[in-house]
Each structure stands twice: as C-alpha cells, then as structure tokens.
C-alpha cells in the first residue's frame, strides 16, 4: 500500500510529494554536509525519481565534488529562500535524496544508517544502536 507525503521549504514557494516508501535513510556527519547545512550533519531519505514530484516553485542547483570520491554532488534549494530540498549523486542515477526535515511530517520514517561518524561534531551522540559507518557506506 503506498501512502503520499508532502514537504516544502521555509518560505512555501516549493512544495513537493512523494509516493511510496524510501529506499534508504541516511544522516551523514561529513565536513561537506556540515558546511552545506550550516549544522552538525545532513539527513537525507532516498527514493527512486518516479516516486518525488515537485508539485511547485523554483530549485537552483549547486553542483560541488566530494572531498572523498571526486565524484559529484547536485543539491537544489529553494530559489527564494535557500532551503536545500533535495540531493541527485553521480554514483546513485536516478536517486533522489530528499532532506528529512523539510517534510511535513518527517517522523513518519526512521533514519537508518548513520554515516561519517569519524567527523560527526564532538557534541553530538550517535545512539548506540544505529546502524553506524566511520566513513561512507560500504
Ligand atoms: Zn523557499
Ligand atoms: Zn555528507
């Protein structure tokens, strides 16, 4: 049974949906998704691109290399107001990462993996029985 979700930036413009469940949920600690978010980490839920429209509003796209692979990363946000809605990544074609907290209700899934640890903010707790990786995925 699919269920529909909706999420959107902070000033309203963009709004999206999506259908279905993700196919994995990731917050990441890397010094990229720190500078990126501004905060200690990313987090980001993974669905195929059939299963995410945007129903409204403008995306600009900001195309930046990872430190660890060279490999390319695409964030789009919010024109107006800069709220990072959604990754694409080189090694993951026809993925779509949305950020967790621009859902409207974003408790409705559980993050899953937890990745980047080895640079994850001394502040922060990484609860103990996650599903943990020092550096990426294996
Ligand atoms: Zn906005
Ligand atoms: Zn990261």
């Known amino acids: 049974m699919s269920e529909d979700h909706t999420g959107g930036c902070l000033c309203k413009a963009v709004r999206y949906r999506i259908t279905g469940d993700p196919n994995l949920t990731v917050a990441c600690y890397c010094k990229q998704c720190q500078r990126a978010s501004g905060t200690a980490f990313s987090t980001s839920a993974w669905f195929s691109e059939a299963q995410v429209e945007i129903t409204r509003g403008g995306l600009k796209p900001y195309r930046y290399a990872s430190d660890e692979s060279g490999r390319w990363i695409e964030i789009k946000f919010c024109e107006i107001c800069g709220t990072t809605i959604l990754a694409t990544i080189e090694t993951a074609p026809g993925e779509v990462g949305i950020s967790v907290g621009t859902l409207d209700h ?15 903010h001394r502040s922060i707790a990484i609860p103990p029985d996650a599903v943990a990786f020092d550096r990426g995925p294996s």
């Open 106 to 120: 974003p408790n409705w899934l559980e993050i899953k993996e937890h990745i980047w640890t080895t640079s994850a």
